[in-house]
């Protein structure tokens, strides 16, 4: 089948080579032309493990191209994703869905045939009905129709679950526009991958409450680490007990220094936003956001409290800066709280990240970016560790010990053990641990 994607974002780009990989012509288009070239160059402008040589492959293959003009694309197309940025509006915390109607309506001018327009981006319930009347308003002859198909990608696995997902979820009320989106899925059938089919509402919404769902569990873990600081319980022991649960789960339930990132944030409060206007508030969601605010700001006590709760020109070293690990996506990252925190305590920073230090740079001030993470402990009064990057969950201690002016570790993704830390004589801290 012939593909048209509307952006070359996360998204867009991803699930272009991964449609491409299934044996589909696929064309991405971004107005963004410095980035088509790198892109026809065989750079990649994400870091997303796989995603070089899956694209390379593809286009070597003839299967995968980008262009800045949609019109040539669009008319061949069988289906057109829009796949664009709805990032959170200014002062009320809605969805911008201003990219969403431009792509729709430059969309529409283009249309050859039937075709298929599927919302790929995530968007509020109702945002089909809009596209469809811009696009029915601009071409009252058009044959179309427009889907919701949500996108379930985690960063850092977007390859793995983009080909073999938990499930495929699409809002469809047209018989012709479920047979397109069958064949384009078709690959996914002999994995025998659940294709949900919904209305086009109901497919939106899925999208929101799914990941205000796993916002909300992450949360509520971080209390449960707070709660058994308080009672001296451990937290990885209460979540190994509840998560061997089915009906629970284990996913999600790791303690940590509040959730960040591109979807869980902004989906979160356009959420709240959505279901306040429609008159049904969601006051689970709303707290959810409140509480994971607070407590990114308040893991800078953890630290202070780590040194007597005195950072007046300390050297705190942080590894990690990206929301999590395996991507370069510093988007509502825990340590852009964190690191401003300390400096206001007094504390100069200095930090490591494998792959987020370059878009690190363009959001902290002040702070001195390292090569390395032994770089970072030298002269270092207290070493943080904010992400969980592979390479931070083996270091040498004892060499880590030696290069610091005092040993303390606090680690606020929990991957040592407090007993083997200690032994090494280092003074450490976690979440939700003795």
């Not at 397109?180 to 059938?189: A, G, H, S």
């Not at 991957?415 to 003074?427: A, E």
Request: net charge negative; aromatic share 6%.
């Amino acid at each position: 089948m012939h593909v048209a994607m509307i952006g070359t974002g996360y998204v867009g780009l991803v699930s272009g080579a991964c449609f491409a990989d299934f044996g589909h012509t696929v064309t991405c288009i971004d107005k963004d032309a410095g980035k088509i070239e790198r892109l026809r160059a065989g750079g990649i402008p994400i870091y997303e493990p796989g995603l070089d040589l899956l694209v390379a492959q593809n286009v070597k293959a003839g299967r995968l191209k980008f262009d800045t003009e949609a019109a040539e694309a669009v008319r061949e197309a069988d289906a057109i994703f829009i796949a664009v940025g709805t990032p959170s509006r200014r002062g009320d915390g809605h969805a911008d869905l201003s990219y969403v109607y431009a792509a729709a309506e430059e969309i529409a001018g283009q249309l050859d045939g039937f075709t298929v327009i599927v919302t790929k981006s995530t968007v509020p319930v109702g945002t089909g009905d809009e596209i469809e009347k811009i696009i029915r308003r601009t071409r009252p002859d058009a044959q179309f129709a427009v889907v919701s198909n949500p996108e379930f990608l985690r960063e850092g696995a977007a390859i793995e679950d983009f080909k073999r997902p938990d499930r495929v979820v699409v809002g469809c009320e047209d018989e012709r526009a479920k047979a397109v989106m069958t064949e384009l899925y078709r690959p996914l059938y002999l994995n025998e991958t659940p294709i949900v089919f919904t209305t086009r509402r109901t497919s939106e919404l899925i999208k929101y409450a799914a990941n205000a769902f796993l916002a909300l569990k992450i949360t509520f873990i971080n209390e449960i680490a707070d709660l058994c600081e308080a009672l001296d319980a451990d937290v990885q022991q209460v979540a190994r007990g509840i998560g061997l649960d089915k009906r629970i789960g284990a996913k999600f339930l790791n303690a940590g220094p509040g959730y960040g990132g591109s979807c869980f944030p902004k989906d979160t409060i356009a959420l709240v936003r959505t279901a306040t206007d429609a008159g049904s508030p969601v006051r689970l969601i709303e707290t959810t956001v409140r509480v994971n605010d607070e407590r990114k700001k308040n893991m800078a006590g953890k630290v202070s409290d780590a040194l007597s709760g005195d950072l007046a020109g300390k050297t705190v070293g942080v590894l990690g800066l990206t929301f999590k690990p395996n991507t370069d996506d510093m988007r509502d990252a825990p340590s852009l709280d964190i690191v401003p925190a300390l400096q206001a305590m007094g504390a100069r920073v200095q930090a490591f990240d494998p792959e987020g230090t370059h878009e690190a740079r363009q959001l902290l001030r002040d702070v001195d970016f390292k090569d390395n993470p032994y770089d970072v402990a030298a002269d270092a009064d207290v070493l943080v560790i904010i992400t969980e990057w592979d390479q931070f969950r083996a270091l040498d201690l004892d060499r880590v010990k030696l290069l610091m002016k005092t040993p303390v570790l606090v680690d606020l993704r929990n991957i040592y053990k407090p007993d083997d830390v200690r032994s090494r004589g280092f003074k450490y801290a976690s979440v939700g641990r003795g």
